[in-house]
């Protein structure tokens, strides 16, 4: 069974600086992929970041990045320079044969 | 936007009616899905198309019934729910089934309320 924890349901970061959200997961696949998806409040639900399994490099995209730690089977997510527009439910995902989901986390940005 | 509609935004509903979720997306993509987001728990994934052919039905009641008239398109027709069916439908589509590095798309989703 493929599965996605966030031990994290709320998170709260100060305007400019630098917060880390946790995602663990357990898969048999030795080829998959990981996602961190933002919702917003009222809004669509959007792609952050992905990292391919077979590549040790860490994925980034501008202040996102994630440490993607294969063996303990953990992908974080870390947000620098926060800015109040990264306020969201955060969701980390894997795929297997389907997309599966974490629970995700909230991010309060205090200004 | 990201290329996903849903209609309505948002629907409130008797348990006796019959309503239609509709998604339609924009993208050239051939797989479509249907996801119940309810709060503090996983995405549940409910239905999957691909090339239009269903391919994944997890579980879900029989009183919501999906169709996909073409790569485009997604609906669920809803009937004689419950309340616990209260949740946040989103629609998403895929260049192709998830399984690999293809980017799940998402609609802004549809608010249902059942009285």
């Known amino acids: 069974a493929q599965t996605v924890t966030q031990s994290q349901p709320e998170m709260s970061v100060q305007e400019a600086e630098t917060v880390t959200l946790s995602c663990t997961y357990d898969?048999?696949?030795?080829?998959?992929?990981l996602f961190w998806y933002k919702q917003p409040p009222s809004r669509q639900m959007i792609l952050v970041i992905r990292?391919?399994?077979?590549?040790?490099q860490n994925a980034t995209e501008n202040r996102f990045s994630v440490n993607f730690q294969k063996a303990a089977k953990s992908f974080s997510l870390k947000i620098s320079d926060s800015q109040l527009g990264d306020a969201a439910m955060y969701f980390c995902a894997l795929t297997g044969n389907q997309f599966y989901f974490g629970t995700g986390t909230s991010l309060t940005v205090i200004p | 936007e990201t290329g996903v509609t849903q209609t309505p935004r948002h629907l409130v509903m008797g348990m006796t009616n019959k309503k239609s979720l509709k998604c339609e997306q924009h993208?050239?993509?051939?797989?479509m899905y249907w996801y119940k987001q309810s709060a503090k728990k996983p995405l549940e994934l409910m239905f999957v198309y691909s090339l239009e052919e269903r391919v994944e039905n997890n579980s879900v009641p029989s009183r919501f019934s999906p169709e996909c008239p073409n790569s485009s398109h997604l609906f669920l027709h809803l009937h004689t729910l419950q309340p616990e069916d209260s949740a946040l439908y989103l629609c998403?589509?895929?260049?192709?089934?998830?399984?690999?590095?293809?980017?799940?798309?998402f609609g802004p989703g549809t608010r249902l309320t059942v009285l």
């Open positions: 990292q391919e399994a077979y590549k040790q």
């Open positions: 993208l050239g993509h051939n797989a």
């Open positions: 898969t048999s696949e030795s080829d998959y992929y």
């Open positions: 998403a589509s895929s260049l192709r089934l998830a399984g690999g590095p293809d980017t799940q798309y």
